[in-house]
């Protein structure tokens, strides 16, 4: 829906009001290298899609919260000062729970109603609950006239998902959705929160997203299941190296002089994966700075690799994506992205062959997986904020 067509669904469903309706938008995200960093302190390389939530956005002089998405035929309806009540909501859970940790640092809010048109495909790890997320604080917090930092709004947001949803999530996905910019890539420190827009400077080869459409829910998944495995690799290596606070604050080789500190095999590969990883975030970014596009494609292709066998959350429809891509010509790199067991792969494509990639890669995952992959050729957009009818 264009700005219009979603202020005409506002008054369709909540009807007239003198209140002024404001929008908002915030993107999801396509992480090119560095996965299951986030939460344990290392360096991440994501960009902003211009597939992005958006959202109508009208005061009420009461406490009550009304929530609308475009693809649903229901309305949310909420309190302010009872939120906890609500966290069992299949829909509009991030939602809530951002207002939630909004109160809680002292922010104070009036009701609202809101109308949602979400672009980002759920499920598809390309973080629409962060875009969701982002867009919920940015406009709740402008329409109440608080003016607050978006590197406070990412804590903010990244709060309510691990208090209210019950995801242990890193802060990568919040950071790169408010924080984005256009044909840039953020190389974030999650540790320090020190960043940097690189240029995506890849002329003549485009970023090609490809959705398994299997649909994954993290809070279902072993998401938490991984956070709690880095947790105690981490717990058994500071026998040895006391000062390290996350996985990240150690390189390989210190991995491999401590190893025998941890006796479980699947707790030793998820720490490998996490170390390598951040390591090769680094390296990553430095070919890609250099030029050297190639480099960067083959390091994407050994992320997929210890993913699927170090960290174990890939799936078949991913690994089957990523393997029809890395067959075809004009391919420089593959990987999934995202939190893992489902959601999506992005691809390096030179352009003049994209076309036929989409083509031939979906005819192999819909022969082996038995229905269709989607694609999205996509752009680099900016982050968080406020936009207005032309």
């Not at 947790?231 to 500071?238: E, G, I, V, W």
């Amino acid at each position: 829906m264009n700005l219009l067509q979603l202020e005409n669904k506002l008054i369709e469903i909540y009807g007239k009001s003198n209140e002024q309706i404001r929008f908002f938008r915030s993107p999801g995200r396509v992480n090119l290298i560095g996965e299951h960093i986030d939460y344990n302190g290392g360096s991440v390389f994501p960009a902003a899609l211009t597939l992005a939530s958006t959202v109508a956005i009208r005061k009420r002089n009461d406490n009550i919260i009304r929530l609308y998405a475009t693809d649903l035929n229901y309305v949310v309806e909420a309190k302010l000062d009872c939120l906890e009540l609500y966290k069992a909501y299949e829909w509009g859970n991030y939602q809530l729970g951002v207002l939630d940790e909004l109160q809680k640092a002292g922010y104070s809010l009036t009701g609202c109603e809101m109308i949602f048109d979400d672009k980002v495909p759920l499920g598809s790890g390309l973080s629409s609950s962060a875009a969701i997320e982002v867009v919920t604080a940015i406009a709740l917090l402008a329409i109440n006239n608080h003016f607050v930092d978006l590197v406070e709004i990412v804590k903010l947001c990244v709060a309510a998902e691990h208090n209210y949803v019950g995801v242990k999530c890193g802060i990568m996905d919040q950071f790169a959705s408010a924080m984005g910019k256009a044909n840039h890539a953020l190389l974030l420190d999650c540790k320090t929160l020190d960043y940097a827009h690189i240029p995506l400077e890849m002329d003549g080869i485009k970023i090609v997203i490809s959705n398994t459409n299997k649909k994954r829910s993290l809070g279902e998944s072993k998401y938490n299941e991984r956070f709690s495995q880095c947790q105690t690799a981490l717990s058994f290596l500071q026998a040895d190296y006391s000062a390290a606070e996350y996985l990240c604050d150690l390189s390989y080789s210190q991995l491999l002089n401590s190893s025998h500190l941890i006796t479980d095999s699947d707790i030793l590969n998820r720490a490998t994966h996490v170390i390598k990883e951040n390591e090769r975030v680094k390296l990553s970014v430095k070919a890609l700075q250099d030029g050297n596009v190639e480099q960067f494609g083959k390091y994407m292709n050994e992320s997929h690799n210890s993913l699927r066998d170090l960290y174990e959350v890939s799936c078949i429809e991913l690994d089957t994506l990523v393997n029809a891509s890395l067959l075809q010509t004009g391919v420089l790199g593959s990987r999934m992205t995202g939190a893992g067991f489902g959601g999506c792969t992005v691809s390096l494509v030179k352009e003049k062959y994209v076309d036929k990639f989409i083509k031939n890669v979906g005819k192999i995952y819909n022969k082996a997986i038995g229905y269709e992959a989607t694609f999205y050729i996509s752009e680099i957009g900016d982050g968080g904020k406020e936009v207005y009818k032309q």
